[in-house]
Nanobody
Framework: QVQLVESGGGLVQSGGSLRLSCAAS????????MGWYRQAPGEQRELVAN???????NYADSVKGRFTISRDNAKNTVYLQMNSLKPEDTAVYAC??????????????WGQGTQVTVSS
């Protein structure tokens, strides 16, 4: 059974930092791409950052230079270090793991999400 458990969310003042963690179990972690997504109230879910099984990273323009995604394959965990937080970063953050299973097919698993609230 695949399980993704996020932690590290909370309330922080503008300019502060948080580190989110997503611990995975039930999968061969090293062959999965990992991603962090967020969804604010009334907004669509958006990609924040992802990291491939090979370690390549990609970031949304809105978080470049402030957020860093990393993975620890020995701990089956992906992290999102968030610095210089802004009120507009307030959202539910969720991690997703993805593996290609065909030419155009993927299998995805999602965590339950963790709330991040940035006060002004």
């Amino acid at each position: 059974q695949v399980q993704l458990v996020e932690s590290g969310g909370g309330l922080v003042q503008s300019g502060g930092s948080l580190r989110l963690s997503c611990a995975a179990s039930g999968i061969t972690f090293t062959i999965y791409d990992m991603g962090w997504y967020r969804q604010a109230p009334g907004e669509q879910r958006e990609l924040v950052a992802n990291i491939t099984s090979g370690g390549s990273t990609n970031y949304a323009d809105s978080v470049k230079g402030r957020f860093t995604i990393s993975r620890d394959n020995a701990k089956n965990t992906v992290y999102l270090q968030m610095n210089s937080l802004k009120p507009e970063d307030t959202a539910v953050y969720a991690c997703k793991v993805r593996r290609r299973i065909g030419q155009t097919s993927f299998i995805n698993y999602w965590g339950q999400g963790t709330q991040v609230t940035v006060s002004s």
